[in-house]
C-alpha cells in the first residue's frame, strides 16, 4: 500500500467522525457510557466477522502489554475523559479544546523518524485552529471558570488522542486487526464503569436502534481500523491537518438533519479549515511522478 493510498483511506476516518454527533443525537437519552460500551462493542464483533475469511488474522490480539496499553488507553482515555468534559461542561467548550488534537498531532509528528515539520504543515494546522475556534465561538462557546474541570479533561482528552495516534506511528509493525481486541476491551471497561455510576436506558424505537448500530459500525468502528492504517502508512501531518474538517463536516450534517443552522461565521471557518487542509497536504496534491 502507497502512503497516498494510506492517507486517502485515514481520510476516510475523518469523515466517518463526522457523523458522530448526527448519530449520537439520533441514540436518544442513552447514558454515554453505556453507549460507549454497546458501540465498541459492535465495532469489535463486526471486525471480528471478517476473521472467518482470514482465520490468520486473530493472531494480531498476541501483543506485548505495551502495545495493549497505547491502544486500549489511546480509545478508552479519550473517550472517557472527552465524556467527561461533556458532563462538566457545555459542548461548544469542550469541543473547542478536545479539537486541540489535530494541531498536536501535527506538531508530534516532527518527533517521528524520518518525519520533518515544515511551515506549511504548521501553517495547516493553524489555519485549521482558527477555523474550529472560529466555528465553535460563532456557535456560542464562552469560557467560563465554573467549567474548569470539564474543559481540563477535553484538554487532556486532546493529548491522550495525538499521543495515541503517533505512537500509532512507532507502532508500526502491529497489524491493523489488533483494533479489534482494543475496541472489545474499550466496550469491556465501558461497560465497567457504566455499570458503577450510570442507569441503563435501552433504545425506545427502530430509528434509535438504527443509530447505534451505525455507530458501532462506522464512526465507533470502521474509522478507527482506517485512522490506524492512515497514522501507520500515510503522511501523518495531512492527516492532522485534515482533520479540522471534522468538526466543520459534523456542523454540516447537523444542520442538514435540523439540528443547527447555517451562519456567516460557518462560512468563514469553512474557508479557513479547507484553506488549512490544502496548505498542509501541498506536498501530497502537487507531488511528483
Not at 486517502?8 to 463526522?18: D, E, V
Not at 508530534?108 to 501553517?123: V, Y
Amino acid at each position: 500500500m502507497t502512503p497516498h493510498t494510506a492517507t486517502l483511506i485515514g481520510l476516510s476516518a475523518i469523515l466517518m467522525w463526522s457523523l458522530l454527533a448526527v448519530l449520537t443525537v439520533r441514540t436518544g437519552t442513552i447514558p454515554p457510557f453505556q453507549l460507549a460500551a454497546m458501540t465498541f462493542a459492535i465495532g469489535a464483533v463486526a471486525a471480528g466477522t471478517g476473521w472467518i475469511l482470514r482465520p490468520g488474522a486473530i493472531r494480531a490480539l498476541r501483543q506485548p502489554p505495551l502495545v495493549w496499553v497505547v491502544g486500549v488507553g489511546g480509545l478508552f482515555g479519550y473517550h472517557a475523559l472527552y465524556f467527561l468534559a461533556l458532563r462538566l461542561a457545555p459542548p461548544a467548550e469542550a469541543g473547542l479544546l478536545n479539537y486541540l488534537w489535530p494541531l498536536l498531532i501535527v506538531l508530534f509528528s516532527s518527533a517521528l523518524p524520518g518525519e520533518r515539520l515544515k511551515l506549511h504543515h504548521l501553517g495547516g494546522a493553524l489555519l485549521g485552529l482558527a477555523g474550529t475556534a472560529l466555528l465553535l465561538v460563532g456557535n456560542g462557546a464562552a469560557l467560563d471558570q465554573a467549567h474548569w474541570p470539564g474543559l481540563a479533561a477535553a484538554f487532556v482528552a486532546a493529548f491522550v488522542w495525538a499521543t495515541y495516534s503517533v505512537l500509532s506511528r512507532r507502532l508500526k509493525a502491529v497489524p491493523t486487526d489488533a483494533v479489534a481486541g482494543f475496541c472489545l476491551a474499550t466496550a469491556a471497561l465501558a461497560a465497567l464503569v457504566h455499570g458503577a455510576i450510570e442507569t441503563t436506558v435501552w433504545p425506545q424505537s427502530l430509528s434509535e436502534w438504527l443509530a447505534i448500530v451505525a455507530l458501532g459500525i462506522g464512526p465507533v468502528g470502521a474509522a478507527f481500523y482506517a485512522w490506524d492504517i492512515g497514522m501507520k502508512r500515510g503522511d501523518i501531518r495531512v492527516l492532522g491537518a485534515a482533520s479540522y474538517a471534522t468538526p466543520l463536516l459534523s456542523t454540516g450534517f447537523l444542520i442538514l438533519a435540523g439540528y443547527s443552522r447555517p451562519t456567516a461565521s460557518l462560512a468563514l471557518a469553512a474557508l479557513l479549515i479547507a484553506g488549512g487542509g490544502l496548505l498542509a497536504a501541498k506536498n501530497m496534491l502537487l507531488r511528483r511522478s
